[in-house]
């Protein structure tokens, strides 16, 4: 069903709403925080989206490994029809590549038509489980969670919203002012069937187990001479974040309007909290997170 303009307006109006920064404003929608600029995507996505068995749904909150899944699912996906040398990578952001299901595809009230996207689909989305479309939920499609220590992913969303502001010449908030955000945005997580979740940390540490235990479950196992090859070697080096920092259309496109392609390539450290978070930051973080991730086995 298609949305009016005056639906829209009359739903928005009825729901709760807090001022947020850098955004015109958010409104509580099916129990979650979302900018009001971003809902009718949402709704649009939620009511037209047909989900494929064999699609393959990138989630994750911001700010903790997206670019980074995504050039590495888009490799292994594709690996048949592009190598290192000749990879859609070297010119393309990853974001572009696999795109976000409700801030590129469903924007502007589109409704695009993803049958002739090449199989498997590669989609993303920083929507909680619960808000996705029910025919993503009744069907096969997998998904592949990324999770990542939330002391790194405040120290890394602050330094991607200072870069926002520069290029829109907007003050600077410090980190204890961010942090009062980012604390209200913390989520919980359901665990549905058919996830495989990553932690940013694993990677890190064994980016090529990761790369196998990804392509063993979206059903593209590497096969022995691939093994022998070092397939996933090279796809882990191809993704690395110092190979995509370096490309051109890394350092000078723009993703959207407002977001510069740099901007998603920053430092990619685990630990760098440390640097940047005083200890009552830390520890009522570490508060929330043993509050609402514990329950999941998410410890960090
Ligand atoms: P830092 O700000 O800590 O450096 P997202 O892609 O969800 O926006 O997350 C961005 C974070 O992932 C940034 O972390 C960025 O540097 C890191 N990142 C991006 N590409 C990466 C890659 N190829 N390898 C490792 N980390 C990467």
């Not at 090279?234 to 259309?249: N, P």
Request: net charge negative; glycine share 4%.
């Amino acid at each position: 069903m298609e949305y009016h303009q005056e639906e829209m307006d009359e739903l928005i109006a009825s729901l709760p709403k807090e001022k947020a920064f850098l955004a015109p404003s958010l409104c509580l929608y099916q129990n979650f925080w979302f900018p009001i600029t971003v809902l009718p995507n949402i709704i649009t996505f939620q009511r037209h989206f047909k989900a494929k068995d064999n699609d393959i749904v990138l989630a994750s909150q911001p700010k903790t490994g997206t670019t980074w899944l995504k050039a590495l699912v888009f490799s292994i996906v594709n690996r048949h029809r592009f190598d290192p040398s000749n990879t859609l990578l070297l010119t393309s952001n990853p974001h572009e590549l696999v795109p976000f299901l409700e801030f590129t595809l469903y924007a502007n009230n589109a409704k695009p038509n993803l049958d002739d996207f090449s199989e498997p689909r590669i989609f993303s989305t920083h929507l909680p489980y619960s808000c996705l479309p029910e025919s993503m939920k009744r069907s096969n499609c997998q998904v592949i969670y990324i999770s990542h220590n939330p002391l790194d992913t405040v120290v890394s969303s602050w330094h991607f919203f200072k870069s926002l502001v520069q290029s829109e010449n907007q003050p600077e908030r410090s980190m204890e002012e961010h942090f009062e955000t980012f604390r209200q945005g913390i989520t919980g997580l359901e665990k549905p069937h058919k996830v495989l979740f990553l932690k940013y940390e694993d990677l890190k540490e064994d980016v090529v187990a990761q790369v196998k235990k990804v392509a063993e479950f979206v059903g593209l196992p590497f096969s022995l001479g691939e093994e022998k090859e070092g397939v996933a070697q090279e796809i882990a080096e191809t993704c690395s974040l110092r190979k995509l920092k370096d490309l051109e259309v890394n350092k000078t496109g723009k993703f959207m309007p407002n977001f510069e392609n740099r901007s998603y390539f920053r430092k990619g450290e685990v630990g760098d909290w440390v640097n940047y978070l005083s200890p009552p930051i830390v520890a009522r973080l570490r508060r929330i997170m043993e509050e609402k991730m514990s329950p999941f086995g998410l410890e960090f």
